[in-house]
């Protein structure tokens, strides 16, 4: 909408600082579908990404006669699709799928992690529901939302919240950023261009394929998103002829938790 070329994640990344990254989904492949093609773009700018799935994916799949293999499946699947996009490690949190809750117990396994981790950005799908569509809003999928953001604030950055985490070396952090998936479009407000790992993300999408029972319907709308978010977002300059190649984008809604201006208290 700017008219100014949309940023890569590599500007992104060198703008805020960002040199470590800590990414939370529901599902496995959840982060594969919000934000594969960033991901994708940060680690090859030289970013520590680090994916956490909190849920088993048990409630997954279609074919009801292996269905008690599909945790572990899932599990692969998501490690192949991580491993794909440079990510560095993926770890799982193990609750049941379908019935996530920002309840203490979650909320202190994240700002555990946090505090592990110490990133300079958290991405997490967004705690507020999309009503224009309604299944990128899977229960599971705002619960990450809420339990995330928080911990984020004031959780991980008081001493005094969940007292055994500094018991065990983890040590309150500030964290500086929220990157936010999945959420309203209305609150979209940071947009990158993605374009060169447009492929990356269908290839890490294609890893998952115990929940794809169309590939090629699935692939053509993803891309068609990419397509579409980067033509609403690039503003009218940016529009070249029709033979231009085809660009893409994934939005996020970024959320300043801590900088140099932020007064804390708790
Ligand atoms: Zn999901």
Same mark, same amino acid.
């Given at each position: 909408?700017?008219?100014?070329? @949309?940023?890569?994640?590599? /500007?992104?990344?060198?703008?805020?600082?960002?040199?470590?990254?800590?990414?939370?989904?529901?599902?496995?492949?959840?982060?594969?579908?919000?934000?594969?093609? #960033?991901?994708?773009?940060?680690?090859?700018?030289?970013?520590? $990404?680090?994916?956490?799935?909190?849920?088993?994916?048990?409630?997954?799949?279609?074919?009801?006669?292996?269905?008690?293999?599909? #945790? #572990?499946?899932?599990?692969?699947?998501?490690? =192949?699709?991580?491993? @794909?996009? &440079?990510?560095? =490690?993926?770890?799982?949190? &193990?609750?049941?799928?379908?019935?996530? !809750?920002?309840?203490?117990? $979650?909320? /202190?396994?994240?700002?555990?992690?946090?505090?592990?981790?110490?990133?300079?950005?958290?991405?997490?799908?967004?705690?507020?529901?999309?009503?224009?569509?309604?299944?990128?809003?899977?229960?599971?999928?705002?619960?990450?939302?809420?339990?995330?953001?928080?911990?984020?604030?004031?959780?991980?950055?008081?001493?005094?919240?969940?007292?055994?985490?500094?018991?065990?070396?983890?040590?309150?952090?500030?964290?500086?950023?929220?990157?936010?998936?999945?959420?309203?479009?209305?609150?979209?407000?940071?947009?990158?261009?993605? #374009?060169?790992?447009?492929?990356?993300?269908?290839?890490?999408?294609?890893?998952?394929?115990?929940?794809?029972?169309?590939?090629?319907?699935?692939?053509?709308?993803?891309?068609?998103?990419?397509? /579409?978010?980067?033509?609403?977002?690039?503003?009218?300059?940016?529009?070249?002829?029709?033979?231009?190649? !085809?660009?893409?984008? !994934?939005?996020?809604?970024? $959320?300043?938790?801590?900088?140099?201006?932020?007064?804390?208290?708790?």
């Amino acid at each position: 909408m700017s008219g100014q070329p @949309l940023p890569t994640p590599a /500007e992104v990344a060198a703008t805020h600082g960002w040199r470590r990254v800590l990414a939370f989904g529901a599902h496995p492949d959840d982060l594969d579908f919000g934000a594969a093609a #960033t991901v994708a773009g940060l680690t090859r700018a030289g970013v520590e $990404v680090t994916y956490c799935v909190m849920t088993d994916g048990d409630a997954g799949g279609f074919e009801a006669e292996d269905h008690h293999t599909i #945790t #572990t499946r899932r599990q692969q699947e998501q490690r =192949d699709a991580a491993a @794909l996009l &440079g990510v560095r =490690d993926v770890e799982f949190l &193990g609750e049941r799928d379908g019935y996530l !809750e920002p309840t203490h117990a $979650v909320i /202190e396994q994240v700002v555990a992690r946090m505090r592990r981790h110490r990133p300079d950005a958290v991405l997490a799908m967004h705690p507020e529901r999309d009503w224009d569509r309604l299944q990128r809003s899977h229960p599971d999928h705002l619960a990450v939302g809420e339990a995330v953001v928080r911990a984020s604030y004031p959780a991980v950055e008081n001493p005094f919240a969940y007292p055994r985490l500094a018991e065990q070396g983890l040590e309150a952090y500030r964290l500086p950023w929220l990157v936010l998936y999945g959420g309203p479009a209305a609150r979209t407000n940071l947009v990158v261009d993605v #374009t060169g790992a447009e492929q990356d993300k269908l290839r890490a999408l294609r890893h998952h394929v115990s929940q794809h029972p169309d590939v090629p319907r699935m692939e053509a709308f993803v891309l068609r998103g990419m397509a /579409e978010l980067h033509r609403r977002w690039s503003g009218p300059g940016a529009a070249a002829g029709e033979d231009a190649p !085809e660009r893409y984008a !994934e939005g996020f809604h970024l $959320v300043a938790v801590n900088d140099a201006s932020t007064i804390s208290g708790f």
